[in-house]
């Protein structure tokens, strides 16, 4: 499988890793050009969503990717990724609430069922929240009753950080 | 390592590929969020400015950084001078996003740096060298970013430190197991963090550049070195035209390998900062914490 890693800004290397690790070729989509390369998945980092909407345009990324999106294009996006979604692109029926858990103090990690494993470590830093969803949109976990991950048509979205998890298992010495 | 730690680790994460933005009013903020900064620093002077002044430099005040935190939605982060516990817990209490225990201010304690391992929020703090860099990590920092001499407009510095700070990491990645107690002393660092350097190449958290920073080319060639972010400080609202400026300078961190796109981004931007040449100054703001 070959995934492009939007690549404007945020933590892309990271994205880029956690696809590399179940098995995916990746390459970083920075600019124009790099779309005409051939992928099946985009992934959305994490990172500032005002900065990556404002380089989407700048770059003249956003037509492209949003055309490429609608006709199904399968995509993974967490946090920042899925504000653009919601917001920018509007391909994603939910209703976003940004910096919904206040300013960094309030990043916090959870544990919660995520894809079939109840001890999934969640981690939302200065993370949105998800304040509704259209009808036929599926929900695959949540946080005091309210949705943190979704599944719509080709779209899958997150307001943590699974790609995050690899680092950490790294880090834990340290 | 504590999950706040880790947290405030990911949040620099997140800001990574980015450009941080010195701003001193709600409106600089909102230029410099309209304009791609993936955070901004609160400041009642920018360094050119603090610089020219002259006298005591000191944390900025609470209700001027909290109109820069209502004026935008992006990380605020804002400086307390180094070793200032008092200071750094009044921006804890105003929920900043990020401390900068910065040189840029004038030192509070001219040999120790806070315990940042005490604070929940997050930390970012200068290193001319991997040994400093380490020193700092050891002691809290979540983030690092160079010293180069700042409200100079002169990058020469921060090239220095970026420069040496990659190429002491390559020779660690190069030794062997058993030379790293020896590597630990020689770096003054801490043996652990030496151990990770070694084991990964890089440093444990984000790493951006500092200092002199004032067009795209220089943000491109900090990129270049190794840096994954740049800060820019005096830069942008001492130039001719902010706004234009500033959004050059975020898209040449994103594209820094394009020359072409580089051209056409540095073309017509007005004057920059008038800059002065970091060895003709006489207040060396990098040499204050070590």
């Excluded at chain 2, 600089?28 to 309209?34: D, S």
């Excluded at chain 2, 652990?192 to 190449?201: I, M, P």
Aim: charge should be neutral.
């Amino acid at each position: 499988m070959k995934t492009g890693v939007l690549a404007v800004q945020g933590a892309f290397a990271e994205m880029s890793a956690y696809w590399r690790a179940k098995g995916a070729d990746t390459f970083e989509i920075r600019q124009r050009r790099d779309l005409e390369r051939d992928f099946d998945l985009l992934a959305l980092p994490g990172g500032e969503s005002t900065v990556q909407g404002k380089l989407l345009n700048d770059l003249g990324l956003f037509g492209p990717l949003k055309e490429r999106i609608e006709h199904g294009l399968p995509v993974f996006a967490v946090c920042a990724g899925l504000i653009l979604l919601a917001d920018l692109f509007k391909l994603l029926p939910v209703t976003v609430k940004r910096n919904a858990y206040g300013r960094q103090l309030g990043s916090f990690t959870t544990v919660g069922m995520w894809d079939g494993h109840p001890g999934t470590k969640m981690t939302f830093i200065r993370a949105p929240a998800i304040t509704s969803v259209a009808p036929n949109v599926e929900v695959l976990s949540t946080f005091n009753g309210q949705p943190t991950s979704v599944k719509w048509n080709n779209i899958t979205a997150f307001t943590w950080h699974p790609e995050l998890q690899l680092e950490k298992q790294n880090h834990k010495k340290y | 390592m504590d999950n706040r730690q880790e947290l405030n680790r990911n949040l620099a994460q997140m800001l990574k590929g980015g450009v941080i933005m010195d701003v001193t009013t709600p409106e600089q903020a909102k230029i410099a969020e309209a304009a791609g900064a993936c955070a901004v620093m609160a400041l009642e002077r920018i360094p050119a400015d603090i610089r020219a002044a002259g006298g005591v430099s000191r944390m900025s005040d609470p209700a001027m950084i909290k109109g820069i935190q209502e004026a935008v939605t992006i990380p605020v982060m804002a400086k307390c001078r180094i070793g200032h516990i008092a200071e750094a817990r009044i921006l804890e209490a105003i929920e900043i996003d990020y401390i900068d225990e910065s040189e840029v201010l004038s030192p509070a304690d001219d040999t120790r740096h806070i315990d940042k391992t005490k604070f929940a929020v997050p930390f970012v703090c200068g290193a001319r060298d991997l040994g400093e860099a380490l020193r700092r990590i050891g002691e809290g920092a979540t983030m690092i970013r160079t010293k180069g001499e700042p409200g100079t407009g002169d990058v020469v510095q921060a090239v220095r430190h970026m420069r040496k700070m990659q190429s002491e990491i390559r020779r660690v990645t190069s030794l062997r197991e058993d030379e790293l107690y020896e590597a630990a002393k020689e770096l003054a660092a801490p043996l652990d963090l030496v151990k990770y350097v070694h084991a990964n190449g890089k440093l444990p958290v984000v790493n951006f550049a500092a200092g002199g920073v004032a067009t795209p080319a220089d943000a491109a060639l900090m990129m270049e070195l190794g840096a994954e972010g740049v800060f820019v400080g005096s830069g942008i609202f001492k130039s001719g035209d902010p706004a234009k400026r500033a959004a050059a300078i975020v898209q040449a961190v994103t594209n820094w390998q394009d020359a072409k796109l580089l051209a056409k981004l540095s073309e017509n931007l007005g004057p920059a900062m008038v800059g002065i040449n970091a060895d003709e100054i006489e207040t060396i703001m990098e040499e204050r914490g070590k």
